[in-house]
C-alpha cells in the first residue's frame, strides 16, 4: 500500500525567510500530488497540488514541485508570513483510492 | 466551504459503550473518508467510502467500522469504545477526478471531539 514520509516535523524560520517541506512516497503509480494547511483549531484545507505531467507548479508565495524519478514532492513557501504559521501535510494518494497523510510538519515563523 | 458536517461535534464517554460518528453531506460526492487526528501522529485514515455499500479499511481500522447505505451519510461506529480511541475524528469527501482512483481535492468536516474516559 501508500506509505508516505514527510520532513522534518517542525521548521521554524524568521519572517521573510524561504521554507521547505519534503515528502516522499511509495504508490509509484501515484499521479496526484497535494499540500493541505492546518492552522491551529480548524480543518485541513488544500492549498496547492500538482498532477504527475508538470514537474513545478506556483500560486503566489507559494510553491511545489515533483520529482518522480525520486518519489518525492516538496512545498515550497517564499517570504514567509506570520500567516503561514500551521501544519502542513502532504498526501499520497493510492490507486484504490486510499489517500494516506504525511505525519505533519509544524512550520513557525518567528517576528 | 463544502456541505459537510459531522455530528456529535463533542462527545464524552465511558470505556465499552457504542459511540457512533455521522458525517452528513449534501454535495453528492462519491468518496468519503474517515481520519483520526492525534498529537505526533497526523492524519491517520481509519475507513473510506468510494460508493454506496463500498468501504475498505484504512491504516487503523481495528476497533472500528463503518457503513454507508446511502451517498449523503457514512458512519463510524466504535462498538466498544477504549481510552486509546480518544482522538479528534475528521470526516473528508470528494468528488474524485473522472478516473478508475480518487485523484481529488479532500474537504474535510470541523471535527469531532472524543473522549473516552
Known amino acids: 500500500g501508500e506509505n508516505v514520509e514527510q520532513h522534518p516535523s517542525t521548521l521554524s524560520v524568521q519572517e521573510g525567510d524561504s521554507a521547505v517541506i519534503k515528502c516522499t512516497y511509495s504508490d509509484s503509480a501515484s499521479n496526484y500530488f497535494p499540500w493541505y494547511k492546518q492552522e491551529l483549531g480548524k480543518r485541513p484545507q488544500l492549498i496547492i497540488d500538482i498532477r504527475s505531467n508538470v514537474g513545478e507548479k506556483k500560486d503566489q508565495r507559494i510553491a511545489v514541485t515533483l520529482n518522480k524519478t525520486a518519489k518525492h514532492f516538496s512545498l515550497h513557501i517564499t517570504e514567509t508570513q506570520p500567516e503561514d504559521s500551521a501544519v502542513y501535510f502532504c498526501?499520497?494518494?493510492?490507486?484504490?483510492?486510499?489517500?494516506?497523510f504525511g505525519s505533519g510538519t509544524r512550520l513557525s515563523i518567528r517576528p | 466551504d463544502a456541505g459537510i458536517t459531522q455530528s456529535p461535534r463533542h462527545k464524552v464517554t465511558e470505556t465499552g459503550t457504542p459511540v457512533t460518528l455521522r458525517c452528513h453531506q449534501t454535495?453528492?460526492?462519491?468518496?468519503m473518508y474517515w481520519y483520526r487526528q492525534d498529537p505526533g501522529h497526523g492524519l491517520r485514515l481509519i475507513h473510506y467510502?468510494?460508493?454506496?455499500?463500498?468501504?475498505d479499511k484504512g491504516e487503523v481500522s481495528d476497533g472500528y467500522s463503518v457503513s454507508r447505505s446511502k451517498t449523503e451519510d457514512f458512519l463510524l461506529t466504535l462498538e466498544s469504545a477504549t481510552s486509546s480511541q480518544t482522538s479528534v475524528y475528521f470526516c473528508a469527501i470528494s468528488a474524485g477526478s473522472g478516473g478508475t482512483a480518487n485523484t481529488g481535492e479532500l474537504f474535510f468536516g470541523e471535527g469531532s471531539r472524543l473522549t473516552v474516559l
Open positions: 498526501a499520497g494518494y493510492s490507486s484504490a483510492s486510499k489517500i494516506i
Open positions: 467510502s468510494y460508493g454506496v455499500k463500498d468501504t
Open positions: 454535495e453528492n460526492h462519491r468518496y
